[in-house]
């Protein structure tokens, strides 16, 4: 059919990019809700995780989670290489055009901080969700908090995290507002605030979940 | 004025080539940086030299046909304007530049700053049309368009297929041009009856010939002579979404 053959186009590819890729960065919204609990202690924190892990319907999200994630990966390594492949011969100069251009750090190593990230999430789950399991002695619940504070009391783990969540914040920043150009669905006379708000929200969004190491690192939650 | 200059010299398609530098005297302010390679030229041909191939034709920056890199810019750093408008005046005394022709998988060279930039047509031909009668020739205003749908369409429409968005992007991508028609067509009546099938042939086109696809970086647009707006691309994915779903 050719509507199916068309997704695999260049611009079929670039709207599924965007779609996976705002769609994982609503469920990074989400978790940062879950992380920011930390912050009432450990009661709610936990009890939050609980109610997540113990929901039916936490398989087929998870699963869903994994499909977006995967078919971002794929479609962005696939996108990487024909666009490689569509300049086989280099310039020998070749400068930034500045003026309206949004050409930035951010923009040129999406492929780079894509990468980081995907080798950030695997190591990400091994630390917590197939972590040490601590079980806490009232609730019965795992206790996760614990998880939290022993791991962020090792510096070496905060300046990993908080590392790691600028390279996100650096794949958001030009991510967030190409997403909104790949699909088209801004307002013509919006560009530029979708723009600078996509800018805003990648670094608040970062920031927020650097925060939150350093506050265990410093006995701000415990 | 006297202007340094390092050119890519190539003899011709599938063979090396290599930069090779020239200096050009006598340069007066007055002349567009295409009427000072005709001076370097003269001095080759004098020489009994190749003189160094590119391309022009109407240089009043409207035909579209000009262009190559400028040190690493495509028409060089001043905006909104092609090599041809490009003026001596505006460089100094002892100067260098580096030229280069586009690169890009799907604008082969053809010797020295000139490219094959047929593909271009390629995707025009895949759907930047429109199908009328034919007949007796109509009556202006026949089809009434508001002012701000035509000074849009325009805006699009302005496109002179130069090719230096493509030399600008990281990606090779021809989603400048290609959107420009899309969205130039896609705003008149005229563009109705092709609009599904338009965007889905001309991007499937796009994809042959080799481009690559849309970062949304922009470098494009800060290129273009003629200042066509990233914002095509992004009326082109839209109109590409709808048609996928239509159809
Ligand atoms: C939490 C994880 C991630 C989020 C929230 C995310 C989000 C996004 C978003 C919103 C875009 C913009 C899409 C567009 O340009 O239309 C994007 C692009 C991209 N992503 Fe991700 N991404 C994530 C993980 C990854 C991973 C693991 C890779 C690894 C390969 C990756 C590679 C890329 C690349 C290469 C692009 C740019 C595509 C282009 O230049 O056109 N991303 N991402
Ligand atoms: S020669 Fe026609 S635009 Fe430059």
């Known amino acids: 059919m050719r509507a199916l053959r068309m997704l695999g186009s260049s611009v079929g590819t670039k709207i599924i990019l965007a779609f996976t890729g705002l769609a994982l960065f609503g469920f990074l919204i989400v978790h940062l809700y879950g992380n920011l609990l930390a912050f009432l202690g450990p009661a709610s924190y936990n009890e939050h995780a609980h109610e997540l892990i113990s929901n039916p319907l936490i398989i087929p999200a998870e699963l869903g989670l994994v499909a977006l994630f995967l078919t971002h990966i794929v479609k962005a390594i696939g996108n990487f290489g024909k666009n490689r492949s569509a300049r086989p011969q280099a310039y020998g100069v070749k400068k930034w055009a500045g003026g309206p251009s949004r050409k930035s750090l951010a923009s040129t190593t999406m492929i780079f901080s894509g990468l980081a990230v995907l080798l950030f999430v695997v190591i990400h789950l091994k630390l917590f969700k197939y972590g040490p399991v601590y079980t806490d002695a009232v609730t019965g619940n795992r206790d996760l908090f614990r998880l939290l504070l022993d791991d962020f009391h090792k510096p070496g783990y905060v300046v990993g995290y908080v590392l790691a969540m600028l390279i996100i914040g650096l794949h958001l920043r030009h991510g967030i507002s190409s997403a909104t150009q790949s699909l088209g669905i801004v307002p013509e006379s919006w560009t530029m605030q979708v723009l600078r708000g996509g800018m805003a929200l990648a670094m608040l969004m970062a920031i927020l979940f650097a925060i939150i190491p350093i506050a265990v690192y410093f006995g701000v939650i415990r | ?247």
């Open chain 2, 1 to 247: 004025m006297r202007i340094h200059l390092t050119v890519w010299r190539q003899a011709g398609p599938n063979v090396g080539g290599a930069f090779h530098a020239y200096t050009a005297e006598n340069v007066s302010p007055d002349m567009s940086f295409l009427e000072m390679l005709d001076v370097v030229n003269e001095q080759l041909i004098k020489k009994g030299e190749e003189p160094i191939a590119f391309d022009s034709d109407c240089r009043e920056g409207i035909c579209g046909t000009c262009g190559f890199m400028i040190s690493g810019i495509p028409h060089g750093s001043q905006p909104h304007t092609t090599v041809c408008q490009l003026h001596m005046r505006k460089f100094n005394d002892g100067d260098s530049f580096t030229l280069e022709p586009w690169r890009a998988k799907a604008f082969p060279v053809l010797k020295d700053l000139v490219v094959d930039r047929s593909a271009f047509d390629r995707i025009i031909q895949a759907g930047g049309y429109t199908s009328v009668n034919t007949g007796g020739a109509k009556d202006a205003n026949n089809i009434l368009i508001g002012k701000d749908i035509a000074d849009a369409a325009m805006d699009s429409a302005e496109c002179i297929g130069c090719g230096a968005c493509v030399a600008a992007c990281k990606n090779a991508s021809a989603a400048l041009f290609t959107s420009a028609k899309i969205t130039h067509l896609s705003l008149l009546p005229q563009g109705q009856v092709e609009r599904t099938t338009r965007v889905l042939n001309m991007v499937e086109r796009m994809d042959t010939e080799g481009f690559g696809s849309c970062s949304n970086e922009g470098e494009c647009e800060a290129v273009c002579p003629k200042g066509i707006s990233l914002k095509n691309i992004a009326t082109m994915n839209k109109e590409f979404w709808k048609a996928v779903l239509q159809s």
